[in-house]
């Protein structure tokens, strides 16, 4: 399965890189991209309405602010869309997080925290693991890594 990452602006990549390491820690290929539902919209439209043909199973989308990518991604396409909201100057990123997650009944988008990149990669990792035998493999051996190193921790 493929993964399509895309995000509203270049000032969201610091945050979104996050979600290309870890798929590139599971294996997982992705393609990536900066699109705006706003400032493009047309181009949006024709990529997100393609997505699927080109063998996409799972869209990441970050957005900032009147963060409409991810919802309107859920609206043009069957796939699962898992959003995140990017950290905002001037509101913190709760306008992000509240645009994202109020979606009507119907469409929903998968909304992870503030600029939870790295979750929302897990998510399609999760997601992935459900057909490929190879990536569920991988993220038993994540989980137990991670278990032991809370368990392992000395303070
Ligand atoms: C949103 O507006 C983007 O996702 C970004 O988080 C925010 C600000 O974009 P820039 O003005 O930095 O390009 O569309």
Redesign the pocket.
């Known amino acids: 399965m493929k993964v399509s990452i895309i995000?509203?602006?270049?000032?969201?990549l610091n945050v979104m890189q996050a979600a290309m390491t870890t798929l590139e820690e599971f294996g997982i290929e992705y393609e990536k991209r900066v699109i705006?539902a706003?400032r493009t919209p047309q181009f949006f439209s024709e990529y997100i309405s393609k997505a699927e043909e080109r063998g996409i199973g799972v869209v990441i989308a970050?957005?900032?602010?009147?963060?409409h990518?991810p919802g309107m991604a859920a609206a043009m396409t069957h796939l699962p869309v898992i959003g995140v909201p990017?950290q905002?100057q001037a509101l913190g990123g709760m306008d992000?997080l509240l645009s994202i997650v109020q979606m009507p009944s119907g469409v929903p988008v998968a909304t992870m925290a503030i600029n939870g990149a790295k979750n929302a990669a897990l998510y399609a990792v999760q997601i992935a693991s459900l057909t490929e035998a190879d990536v569920k493999e991988k993220l038993i051996e994540f989980r137990k890594k991670q278990a032991e190193k809370v368990l392992n921790a000395t303070i």
């Open positions: 995000m509203g602006s270049t000032s969201d705006s706003h970050g957005a900032g602010g009147a963060a990518l990017i905002t992000s």
